[in-house]
């Protein structure tokens, strides 16, 4: 299946762009591995300072008391049941447990105990010498505002669940003054409670007594207001409705609306004459008028209509008649406007003279029906009256009598509903400081501060470090991911063996590094297909072949190698690439296509005194730069001495003639070019190519420059393959399924040291 040019749409930058989140365990535990130290560091500092924190923390001893809360409030309904249990209220027990901690109950217990004397207090400067001398209120007052302040930071309330049982714990550095305190907590909250209870029965009895005197007022406020009524009605009897203003009304109302219908009659008359058009009204309402004006104007239509037969349009007589035909008219119309508008007259008047007889009839029988019903209003408010005098009396005897019964079961409501049902006692041992509890809250937050600090490194950390973080971030197809060959050999990060520098061209944002000098016994990346078959190394070479060869379904026999900076390993790539195409059995060349720092001939072993740069320069033949490798089926073109203007030879019409004519010879053509982000020679070469493939350097590239190096090549019309990530190391990278070497390491590998030893043409994979 052909893969789209990358950049050529919109979407697929949109998809790998758009920073959507994916949860790996795997990949976190691998962030972890690689900073595995820092972790152990911020742990080590944390048991530092939870030792620290044992040393200079004093000694705090604790101490409780338990107490028990029962569920009632007194009730003013009476009977035996004074107490009413608020079982169903939960905030009782919240609200008791605020009071515990509050500055109230915290300013009792400093007066209770009378704080302000005890020794512990004056010894640790609590206390002025202006407030222990007592000379005013306000001083006293501070004092025990600053007591109460200060014990309240040491009391602890913890219900015990399931119970109504509640303990009362006090921390302090004086185990004496703990347990004190704790007590002092237990009684002022019962004190409180019973003065509570106290407050609320007086505040119950007098609400009884209120709502006493109130109905007492109001039964005499009705029993004045009946009186009132039958001054001034005369009515006595429920059933003293008149008859006569009963028919009275009845017949008022049928005369209403006689009338109503009187002018809903004249009404539509009116709006009827109003909305006609004025000939049809006239007709109407005026026949022999309107006959009468017609008669003239059909006279001398008739007339007219004879004689324009006769005569000619513009004779005399037809003028003259047709002058008197239009003023005719007119008259007829002004007097069938005339006639319209006097009939229209005469409905309205007929309309306004029915709807004022309407409105006087209706006002005669609203004011026979307003007389009617105040005279009706003041038998039913005596009636209502009387039902109300009865109602309050019976109230009245149950508030009295519940008066009577709360009274005689108050006597003994000054008992608390909260007892002491565990004194505290002062306690033998500390609470605090605890070795093990400090160095495990100290490791705790070491290792949150390690992980914290790892998340950040990675975070600022933008370089590409995973297969799957390519592939995720990027969208681009992953060809191979080429395990770090140094990474078990202790070489450290940059184990591929070359560690050279491009002299041109380099990112703003990155320090020159100086050139790496390889240790005699470090295993060097460059034809390791070729060297040692049967290594991991070699086999993810092999598979980027396999995965190069299955990218497309067009031909694919030219295929460019670039990257986005140098030093990231497309040369190696390049070589190891047309290696493996050439252990196919396939003839191969590789052409150094970096006419800036060619690097193919050193890999190679071949000389550079003649290649690419002179033949596009006309100097040689097709097969003068073209050399036989020590790899069977492999051929190589190196770049030739330095040209002056190697964009402007590789744009040449020779350098694509060259191309059609390896394309014609041989089966496979492996281009290595310089960086995309250095020079534009990338994109020439890429254009020309079947496709191409971008190398980056794991956890040296970022994902910036990555996506700088593919649009680039985008726009170029280049089609990119996809990526090969080289110098990945797959035991640090453990999310990354799929890409690790481990199963192949373990199945028919061979040791190192004898493939080293062995003939590099033995045991060659094709």
Not at 80 to 95: A, G, H, I, K, R
Not at 443 to 468: C, F, N
Request: aromatic fraction near 6%; charged fraction near 25%.
């Amino acid at each position: 299946m052909d893969q789209p040019l990358l950049g050529s749409t919109s979407q697929p930058q949109q998809l790998a762009d758009d920073g959507s989140f994916e949860f790996d365990p795997a990949e976190y535990w691998a962030m972890l591995r690689r900073h595995w130290l820092t972790v152990i560091a911020a742990a080590l500092l944390g048991l530092a300072w939870g030792f620290v924190q044992f040393i200079n923390t004093p000694e705090t001893f604790r101490t409780s008391t338990r107490v028990q809360i029962e569920r009632r409030v007194p009730s003013p309904l009476g009977g035996q049941n004074v107490w009413m249990q608020s079982l169903w209220n939960p905030e009782f027990y919240p609200t008791q447990y605020e009071i515990l901690k509050g500055a109230g109950l915290a300013l009792k217990v400093v007066e209770n105990l009378k704080l302000w004397e005890d020794p512990y207090y004056e010894t640790a400067g609590a206390l002025s010498s202006s407030s222990t001398s007592g000379n005013t209120a306000e001083d006293d007052n501070r004092m025990k505002l600053s007591l109460a302040g200060r014990i309240r930071g040491g009391v602890e309330i913890r219900p015990v669940r399931g119970t109504s049982l509640v303990d009362i714990s006090y921390r302090a550095r004086n185990a004496d003054l703990a347990a004190k305190l704790a007590n002092g907590y237990a009684q002022a909250f019962i004190n409180q409670n019973r003065t509570d209870q106290e407050s609320a029965a007086s505040h119950i009895s007098t609400q009884l007594e209120t709502e006493i005197q109130s109905a007492e007022a109001q039964i005499r406020k009705d029993e004045q207001r009946i009186y009132e009524l039958a001054d001034r009605t005369g009515l006595l009897a429920p059933n003293a409705t008149s008859e006569v203003q009963d028919s009275r009304v009845a017949a008022a109302n049928d005369q209403l609306s006689s009338a109503e219908q009187r002018r809903i009659a004249a009404q539509s008359e009116y709006n009827s004459k109003r909305n006609q058009q004025p000939m049809a009204v006239a007709q109407v309402s005026a026949p022999l008028e309107f006959n009468t004006a017609r008669s003239k104007l059909t006279e001398l239509e008739a007339e007219y209509d004879s004689k324009k037969d006769v005569y000619l349009d513009d004779s005399q007589v037809i003028l003259q008649l047709r002058s008197a035909l239009d003023a005719e008219r007119k008259r007829f119309e002004t007097a069938v406007t005339n006639l319209a508008n006097r009939a229209v007259n005469e409905a309205r008047g007929k309309y306004e003279q029915a709807q004022r007889e309407e409105q006087t009839l209706s006002n005669r029988y609203q004011s026979l029906r307003r007389s009617a019903r105040a005279s009706q209003v003041d038998v039913n408010e005596t009636d209502n009256l009387r039902d109300s005098i009865a109602a309050q009396r019976g109230t009245l005897t149950q508030l009295r009598l519940r008066q009577q019964e709360f009274n005689v079961a108050n006597r003994n409501a000054g008992e608390s509903s909260i007892r002491q049902i565990a004194e505290a006692y002062p306690p033998g041992s500390p609470v605090s400081p605890q070795l093990r509890s400090e160095l495990t809250a100290g490791l705790a937050l070491g290792l949150m501060l390690g992980i914290g600090l790892v998340l950040l490194l990675e975070l600022l950390d933008r370089t590409v470090k995973t297969p799957g973080e390519l592939e995720r971030r990027l969208n681009l197809p992953i060809l191979a991911a080429i395990p770090d060959i140094a990474a078990k050999r202790g070489y450290g990060r940059y184990g591929y063996g070359y560690g050279y520098g491009y002299g041109y061209g380099r990112s703003s944002s990155r320090k020159p590094k100086k050139r790496r000098v390889k240790k005699p016994d470090e295993p060097s990346i460059d034809l390791i297909p070729f060297r040692k078959p049967r290594i991991a190394v070699s086999e993810a070479y092999r598979g980027l072949r396999t995965n190069l060869l299955l990218s497309t379904a067009d031909e694919l026999k030219v295929v460019a190698v670039t990257s986005s900076f140098p030093s990231e390993g497309k040369t190696a790539t390049t070589t190891n690439l047309a290696t493996v195409l050439a252990q196919l059995g396939k003839k191969t060349l590789v052409i150094d296509g970096d006419l800036r720092k060619a690097r193919i001939h050193e890999v190679l072993k071949i000389s550079n005194r003649s290649g690419l740069v002179n033949y596009l320069v006309g100097a040689q033949p097709i097969e003068n730069v073209v050399l036989a490798t020590q790899v069977d089926n492999l051929f190589a073109a190196p770049a030739g001495p330095a040209p002056p203007n190697p964009s402007e030879l590789l744009a040449s019409a020779r350098m694509e003639h060259f191309l059609n004519e390896a394309r014609k010879a041989f089966d496979f053509v492996v281009i290595d070019t310089p960086p995309v982000l250095a020079v534009t020679d990338a994109a020439i070469l890429g254009s020309l190519a079947d496709g191409l493939v971008i190398t980056c350097r794991a956890g040296r590239v970022t994902r910036d420059e990555l996506r700088s190096c593919r649009d680039r090549l985008s726009m170029g019309g280049v089609k990119i393959l996809g990526a090969v990530l080289n110098c990945f190391r797959p035991h640090a990278s453990r999310g990354e399924r799929g890409y690790s070497t481990y199963h192949y390491e373990t199945y028919g590998h061979d040791d190192d040291t004898d493939m080293y030893d062995s003939d590099p043409r033995q045991g060659e994979v094709a």
